[in-house]
């Protein structure tokens, strides 16, 4: 069974902080990794992508995967409020099919 | 880029009636296409891989003949569900894979089923 795990959280950070968000895998096959934003009440949207071992940035997101640990997480920094969401780590092996985890609560206190 | 959109964004209908929901890749070509359910405070449930020219693939528990599903071009997948019943009330997001090599899938905004 091809497994993607995530704290549910919440995970409750101050306003201006790094907000940490892990992910783990169970197919060492995996080849694209992705992390999705999801508001209460509103579908996923797609914010990072990465695909090769080391740090991927976009603005205040840094996205890390380690294929030898099977680990790859997302780092918000300075976080604002409108980042509380659910956060959505993705994994696709290859084929078709993208495992979703269960995401993590993301609560940004002003 | 990469927008996907759906219709009807929300529909409220009665009992043992059918409803069709459309879900559009606006600026891509999509072979692939996802069908998801996601109720209040759980996660997304996928509940069938569409793709173009044959038939949708569908997970385990999920009656083909109640959720039908129709991949009839390169930026369209439809969803009907037959026979809806109130505990079909929930949350229908579809999503577009986009074929560059990477498997990144685009979300439509969902529809929102409602069933009296």
């Known amino acids: 069974q091809k497994e993607v795990e995530q704290n549910s959280g919440p995970l409750s950070v101050p306003e201006g902080a790094i907000a940490s968000l892990n992910c783990t895998y169970s197919d060492r096959g995996s080849q694209s990794f992705f992390w999705y934003r999801q508001y209460s009440g509103k579908s996923p949207e797609l914010i990072m992508s990465?695909?090769?071992?080391g740090d991927k940035e976009d603005g205040r997101f840094t996205a890390q995967l380690n294929k030898a640990s099977q680990y790859v997480s997302l780092l918000i920094r300075d976080s604002q409020p409108s980042d509380s969401a659910t956060y959505l780590c993705?994994?696709?092996?290859?084929?078709?099919?993208?495992?979703f985890g269960a995401g993590t609560r993301l609560f940004v206190k002003a | 880029g990469a927008v996907v959109s759906q219709h009807p964004s929300w529909v409220i209908c009665k009992s043992g009636t059918s409803v069709k929901i459309e879900c559009r890749s606006l600026?891509?070509?999509?072979?692939?296409m996802f069908w998801y359910r996601q109720f209040p405070k759980q996660s997304l449930m996928l509940m069938a891989t569409?793709?173009?020219?044959?038939?949708?693939?569908?997970e385990q528990g999920v009656e083909k003949d109640k959720f039908l599903i129709n991949h009839a071009s390169l930026t369209l997948s439809t969803l009907t569900v037959t026979s809806a019943h109130p505990e079909d009330s929930s949350f229908y997001i579809c999503?577009?894979?986009?074929?560059?090599?990477?498997?990144?899938?685009?979300f439509g905004p969902g529809t929102r089923l409602t069933v009296l």
């Open positions: 990465i695909y090769s071992n």
């Open positions: 569409s793709n173009e020219g044959s038939k949708a693939t569908y």
């Open positions: 999503s577009a894979r986009r074929d560059r090599g990477h498997e990144e899938q685009f």
């Open positions: 993705a994994v696709n092996t290859g084929g078709f099919k993208t495992i």
């Open positions: 600026d891509f070509q999509a072979t692939t």
